[in-house]
């Protein structure tokens, strides 16, 4: 619900309908009573406290809101949050374990592949899902793999070659 | 941008999908892919006082062919799963080429076909696409399933001729008779962008001869434009430079743009001749590495 | 035994970020990641209409909402003297409307509830009466003297008129085009653009009644100036302010100016007595906040027949929207437009300037810019090239005759900016090698039977970079100079604040590198934070490409200073006189006797257990950085483009950077400014713009209308680099963020006019949609001037 921002007031009163959600996140099962109107950004923001998902144009055009929903990227502020019940959602949270980084990541912080950050973990989810795809994808592969998230900061060029160096690391450890 | 307030189902199937739009009488809207949707909710353009999502209908996530080629699309297909579809690239070039011109990658995800169709939107690819190819939706109501033609479903500005009770929940796409080729071309100004002009063109060919010709055009009119019969020059001709000239002329002539930002309205019926003039020389140049 | 500087990450090394680690992780902290107890959301009521007067405003069904805490509108402002804000100009802006609307978008009222999806509920009941009044879209329509008043609050407005502005020469410049042989021509329009940042502004105010404390978290480039115009306008002491600017999703000049948002949360904290956010939605940043450029000019060269420049007259007109609200010195009011022609030897040059309101949103903000050098450097770049092409003389051979040659610095402009460094035929020459000039008409010649035109388009430009110094340059009377302050610890670690504040530039990395070159302390050892008023020394932000020529100087200043009580303590310990000791990389020796040494952490541990005689312990200092002159990098960027003349749809062949930004501290960090600043510079090219129809509605209200390039479209760049050090720079740097995307969209627009040239058009006004290409093609007229202004 949106009562979720609600951290000292009553909540919602009767009129207001709520539906029951269980979803998977980051390979937690969570329960939650949510507002229909609820988007899922918000959910993951705002009920999750999972900040690394951003809200950058409202339209479904930037894509710095993308996660991964049932292992295909989704913008997570043109769904629900009531859509998410009974499916899987992975956020950049979910990429790195403890100790260990998923090259993906690695290769943006090699290879320059982000300066101010704010689109870099729908970029990174969005890289994720092409790699599951194609291991081995070309330049052209990455930028249109790439075109439903905006970068301001970096031309992409960097983004492109971060994705490439994600690819060489993994096609590395698979043999 | 927030939605306004709505409530919501998630029906597991569709007599229950059905029952729920026909007891709101009209104050319902069914969900799909929400690519659309979702951000007219958070315009506020759209507020309906319920949303029933038929993402948990079973069954209909599917494109596939009849034996005898006649393609049929379910309403969770997502244009995604038509981009990267194995059977569209042969019998169904125009589509092949349409799928990947799709907003953009990550939408594609999500957006369904039908849904796209159903949205009506004069620069919507899709509806194009179908109008081109001669399609039609099988809608589901309380009284059961009825077939609409493609060129009956649109009926201007995302309006569709759906009752407040039935659901698109298939597209039906005929096979062609003889060897199918068609294209589709949209000039936009980056990913995602809508069309300036876009053209779809279908044809049905025996050997070298065009049997049947569809098109049809998005982004050039206040809905999306019929040039089937335009087309209709073709029929029973060869592509020759002249033949390829005249179908060019009748199908921009069909056009209806107005002027705006994007271009003036000259530019735009420009852009729709050479679009066809260049899907049809490919045709033709790909019938003659053929023979 | 000196240490390896590259190991140990100082100047040189393209050291991986140190900021990624949070990024990448998603662990940034922007604003809207920022979550108080008990915070409340606030959400604002904008103006459908562009230009109207407010007749009522009736809140009451708002206030019925359950959830809504507080509706304000300008009238509960206005009880508080806050219903105007003064701008960075030293004009006026509405925070919340009172007597009209004057924009689209304007502030009209704000809702607080405990949930942003309630204010949104809360404000749709709103109920605002307009009386529209005509709309004034462009300057033309202000210039008519019985255009209505926007400005009628203003007592002393009795024009659309903003102001009039003129440097150079007049007399001189006359004398010149008296003389020429050819007089070229130029009439073009930079259109409006957003810088949009990706993360939209915001801010959260929280209000401590018990202390009288205010902490507000906000989306800004430049937090101590947000500080002292607190102070001002809300009257609050200003020990008692806290700005916090945590990480920002990019600024590019968005994030400089003060907004009502900012202003109104501040107010909605004090009356409710909790913590108020604010976040902007995007279409809110598009259409009220700043936006960059929307300057017409008219260009003359007067051109002697061998191909020199003897004189330029430049005349511009630009568009400012309702409230002159351009952070900008206060000396220019048409900000450094006059360092245009920089970087070629002309004689003479005249520059005339009109600014004008218009219903559109306030700004004219410096986008990625140091205050209108982008325009000064586009109108230079398409001046120059239709020049060559009215003399019949190459453009590169043009360039050649006129840049200024390296044996002529410091050498003065004929405005009086004195420009000190470069080598700018080097540069131009490895471009041109680098982009295949010399075979380029053949290939053009190969291309055309193929049905294609190709262009070739150069861009050849310096820029000022880093205001100060402090005698010229001042934003609301407040010197342009700035800080930085290093606290070397025990154990040698150390910790680096500045008045500056990063938005992606990673100074998270480069300072600490600075250090590392001045002190030989590891940059891995060094952390450094900006943008908490708290903590940081007084600095006036960042913008304008000023970091690295002021901040960073006064890094290297500051553990220069450190450096220098170190040395003290040094003798000391060697016991030997200051003067026997000498500095490598990391520690100081006995002169005669390198074996003899301390380390800089030997020094720092002594600097708090074992200070000599008469010495204050400690290792911590500050240093305010004014600095002497500009700093001026150099650029040549070069473009070869194909256009399909059936459709007008071009692509980018090849594009070559050449940049001479003096010593690079992180060459990796400067080639990722280079590429981002291209990229900017192709998007305002080739599909970035505002533009508004006949009744102020704005057309770009979205990013589906608002188009920027994804990595599908956008070219791929080849960099060049050549190094001239800054002679006044402590380390040799100048600056570099906005050099890209001042000097590249005339390389955009050059390549595309120059495949056209054979038709005999001279210009194509950006952005370059397919359209406006095809029209020019198939005209052979320029696509120039005043856009016409579309029916709504």
């Known amino acids: 619900m949106t009562s979720l921002y609600e951290t000292v007031s009553p909540p919602p009163g009767d009129d207001v309908p709520t539906n029951r959600i269980n979803l998977t996140v980051n390979g937690q099962l969570r329960t939650m009573d949510v507002e229909p109107r609820l988007l899922l950004v918000h959910l993951l923001r705002q009920g999750l406290t999972l900040t690394g998902t951003h809200t950058g144009c409202d339209t479904s055009n930037c894509g710095a809101c993308t996660v991964l929903f049932d292992g295909r990227p989704a913008k997570s502020c043109t769904m629900l949050a009531v859509q998410a019940d009974g499916h899987s959602v992975q956020t950049v949270e979910g990429m790195a374990t403890s100790s260990e980084l998923d090259p993906i990541q690695e290769g943006f912080k090699e290879e320059h592949g982000l300066q101010c950050g704010y689109c870099t973990p729908g970029m990174m989810l969005a890289a994720k899902a092409l790699l599951e795809r194609n291991p081995n994808p070309t330049e052209d592969d990455v930028r249109w793999a790439l075109s439903g998230n905006l970068c301001r900061c970096t031309g992409y060029q960097n983004i492109v070659k971060a994705v490439l160096w994600a690819a060489d690391k993994m096609r590395a450890q698979q043999n | ?291 | 035994m000196a240490l390896d500087e590259l190991k140990i990450g100082g100047m040189g090394a393209s050291r991986r970020r140190v900021e990624d680690n949070r990024f990448i992780r998603g662990k940034g902290r922007y604003v809207d990641d920022v979550v108080l107890p008990g915070m409340l959301h606030m959400e604002i009521l904008r103006s459908p209409v562009a230009h109207a007067r407010i007749k009522s405003i009736d809140t009451s069904a708002a206030w019925e909402v359950p959830g809504v805490r507080l509706v304000l509108t300008g009238e509960t402002m206005a009880a508080r003297n806050l219903a105007w804000m003064p701008t960075l100009s030293y004009d006026t802006q509405a925070v919340l409307a009172t007597d009209k609307v004057r924009f689209q978008g304007q502030e009209v009222a704000a809702v607080i509830a405990d949930d942003p999806y309630v204010a949104k509920d809360a404000c749709s009941k709103i109920v605002v009466e307009y009386e529209q009044l005509p709309v004034i879209v462009n300057p033309i329509q202000a210039q008519d003297p019985a255009s209505p008043l926007i400005r009628d609050d203003k007592a002393n407005q009795t024009s659309n008129k903003v102001f009039d502005w003129e440097i150079g020469d007049q007399a001189a410049t006359d004398a010149a085009f008296a003389q020429a042989d050819v007089i070229s021509e130029v009439d073009l329009h930079y259109p409006r653009s957003h810088p949009s940042p990706l993360e939209p502004c915001g801010s959260i105010a929280d209000y401590d009644r018990s202390t009288g404390k205010l902490t507000v978290y906000m989306t800004t480039q430049a937090p101590h100036i947000v500080r002292a115009a607190v102070a001002m306008v809300a009257e609050l002491p200003e020990q008692m302010i806290r700005i916090i600017s945590p990480d920002l999703g990019g600024g590019f000049g968005n994030k400089v100016p003060i907004y009502p948002g900012y202003v109104i949360s501040i107010l909605a904290s004090i009356l409710t007595e909790r913590p108020v956010k604010w976040i902007e939605d995007r279409t809110g940043n598009l259409i009220s906040t700043g936006f960059g450029r929307d300057v017409y000019l008219k260009g003359q060269l007067a051109l002697r027949k061998d191909g020199r420049i003897l004189g330029m007259r430049m005349h511009t007109v630009s568009d400012h929207g309702a409230f002159y609200a351009d952070a900008q010195p206060t000396k220019f009011k048409i900000g450094l437009m006059h360092s245009t022609f920089a970087c070629y030897d002309i004689p003479a040059a005249h520059l005339v300037s009109e600014g004008w309101y218009t219903n559109k949103a306030p700004g004219g903000v410096a986008y990625r810019c140091s205050f209108r050098v982008t325009e000064a450097m586009f109108f230079q770049e398409r001046m120059i090239q239709n020049a060559a092409y009215d003399l019949g003389m190459d453009q590169a051979e043009f360039r050649r005759i006129n840049l200024v040659k390296d044996d002529m610095f410091p050498y003065r402009t004929a405005f009086g900016f004195l420009t000190d460094s470069g080598q700018y035929q080097k540069c131009l020459d490895l471009g041109l090698e680098a982009i295949g000039y010399s075979t380029f008409k053949q290939e053009q010649e190969e291309a055309r039977k193929r049905g294609k035109l190709l262009g070739i388009g150069i861009s050849t430009m310096t820029e000022p970079l880093g205001a100060g110094n402090s005698r010229e340059y001042d934003i609301i009377g407040i010197k342009m100079f700035d800080s930085a302050e290093l606290r070397v610890h025990m154990t040698g670690k150390a910790i680096l604040r500045t008045g500056a504040k990063t938005q992606g530039q990673g100074h998270e990395t480069t300072w600490a590198q600075i250090v590392a070159h001045e002190l030989g302390i590891p940059a891995e050892d060094i952390t450094v934070e900006e943008g908490d008023t708290d903590t940081a020394p007084f600095g006036m932000g960042t913008y304008a490409s000023r970091s690295t020529p002021v901040a960073g100087a006064a890094v290297a200043m500051v553990s220069r200073k450190i450096r220098a009580k170190a040395r003290k303590i040094a003798a000391h310990l060697l016991e030997v006189s200051e003067e026997d000791i000498e500095w490598e990389l990391g520690r100081f020796y006995v002169r005669g006797n390198n074996e003899r040494g301390v380390t800089i952490q030997d020094c720092a541990l002594a600097a708090y257990s074992n200070v000599p005689d008469g010495l204050e312990p400690g290792l911590e200092n500050n240093a305010y950085y004014d600095p002497p002159n500009l700093t001026w990098p150099f650029a040549a960027y070069i473009c070869k483009v194909e256009v399909d003349p059936e459709t007008g749809v071009w692509d980018v062949l090849k594009f070559v950077a050449v940049d001479d930004c003096g010593v690079r501290i992180n060459p990796m960090i400067v080639e990722g400014q280079i590429m981002g600043g291209l990229t900017e510079a192709y998007a305002m090219a080739s599909m970035q713009y505002i533009t508004f129809d006949e009744e102020g509605n704005c057309i770009g209200a979205n990013f589906m209308d608002y188009l920027l390039p994804t990595a599908w479209e956008t070219p791929g760049y080849e960099l060049y680099e050549v190094v001239t050090p800054c002679p006044h720079h402590p380390i040799g740097a100048k600056g570099i963020g906005e050099c890209a995307t001042v000097g590249g969209p005339a390389a955009f627009v050059n390549a595309v006019v120059d495949a056209l040239q054979h038709t005999g058009v001279r210009n194509i006004d950006m952005p370059m949609m397919p359209n406006r290409v095809y029209q020019a093609l198939t005209t052979g007229k320029n696509v120039s001037g005043m856009p016409p202004v579309l029916a709504g």
């Open chain 2, 1 to 291: 941008m927030y939605p306004s307030r709505f409530a919501y189902d998630a029906p597991k199937s569709l007599a229950e999908a059905i029952a729920i739009l026909d007891r709101n009488g009209g104050e319902a809207k069914v969900l799909a892919g929400g690519q659309s949707l979702v951000p007219m909710l958070k315009l506020r353009f759209a507020a309906p006082e319920r949303i029933v999502d038929i993402n948990a209908l079973p069954g209909l996530d599917y494109h596939r062919l009849d034996p005898d080629g006649t393609l049929r699309i379910g309403a969770l297909c997502r244009h995604e799963d038509l981009e990267y579809s194995t059977i569209l690239p042969g019998a169904f070039p125009t589509l092949a080429e349409a799928a990947a011109l799709i907003a953009d990658p990550i939408i594609r995800t999500r957006g369904t076909f039908v849904g796209s169709v159903c949205h009506a939107d004069p620069q919507g690819d899709w509806a194009a696409t179908m109008i081109a190819l001669g399609g039609r939706i099988v809608a589901m109501g309380p009284k059961g399933r009825r077939e609409i033609e493609m060129r009956d479903f649109v009926l201007g500005p995302f309006t569709n001729a759906l009752a407040y009770n039935e659901i698109a929940v298939e597209a039906v796409i005929p096979a062609a008779r003889g060897t199918a080729r068609g294209g589709y071309l949209k000039l936009e100004r980056r990913v995602g962008d809508f069309a300036t002009a876009s053209v779809a063109v279908a044809l049905d060919m025996s050997g070298d001869t065009v049997t049947r010709a569809g098109a049809a055009m998005a982004g050039v009119g206040g809905r999306t434009i019929d040039a089937n019969e335009a087309m209709s020059v073709l029929v029973g001709k060869t592509l020759t430079e002249e033949s390829i000239a005249a179908a060019a002329k009748a199908v921009a002539a069909a056009a209806d743009p107005r002027t705006d930002h994007r271009g003036d309205l000259e530019y735009k019926r420009h852009i729709v001749s050479t679009f066809v003039t260049r899907i049809l020389t490919k045709i033709a140049s790909t019938e003659q590495k053929a023979a």
